[in-house]
């Protein structure tokens, strides 16, 4: 069993930053990939960045390229979204995940096991 325990959400305004946090506890060494998704209101789940525990590549949507940075604390078995230039529409509850999956399939929720409580995330102007 894994534990993963999200902090860091909040309210920011457009153009500002912050970092969530996602710590990772329990039976967590065939974990080789974890990633951060969000929900918003009306909106499909989607994949926003992931991470290999293992050699630390990161990979991203396609909308958060430039502005997002996913990294890993491998010894705290912690992952980390930074955000930054966050706009309007980032606004959404992130989730954090973590599994044994392949990156062929790493964008796709239903490859990830363990889930986080989600953390809200609200951008106003």
């Known amino acids: 069993q894994v534990q993963l325990v999200e902090s860091g959400g909040g309210s920011v305004q457009a153009g500002g930053s912050l970092r969530l946090s996602c710590a990772a506890s329990?039976?967590?060494?065939?974990?080789?990939?974890m990633a951060w998704f969000r929900k918003a209101p009306g909106k499909e789940r989607e994949a926003v960045a992931v991470?290999?525990?293992?050699?630390?590549?990161?990979y991203y949507a396609d909308f958060v390229k430039g502005r997002f940075t996913i990294s890993r604390d491998k010894a705290n078995s912690t992952v980390y979204l930074e955000m930054n230039i966050l706009k309007l529409e980032d606004s959404a509850l992130y989730y954090c995940?973590?599994?044994?999956?392949?990156?062929?399939?790493?964008?796709?929720?239903?490859?990830?096991?363990?889930w986080g409580q989600g953390t809200q995330v609200t951008v106003s102007s």
């Open positions: 329990g039976h967590t060494s065939s974990v080789n990939y």
């Open positions: 995940g973590a599994g044994e999956t392949t990156l062929s399939v790493a964008f796709r929720a239903n490859s990830y096991t363990y």
């Open positions: 991470i290999s525990t293992r050699s630390g590549r990161s």
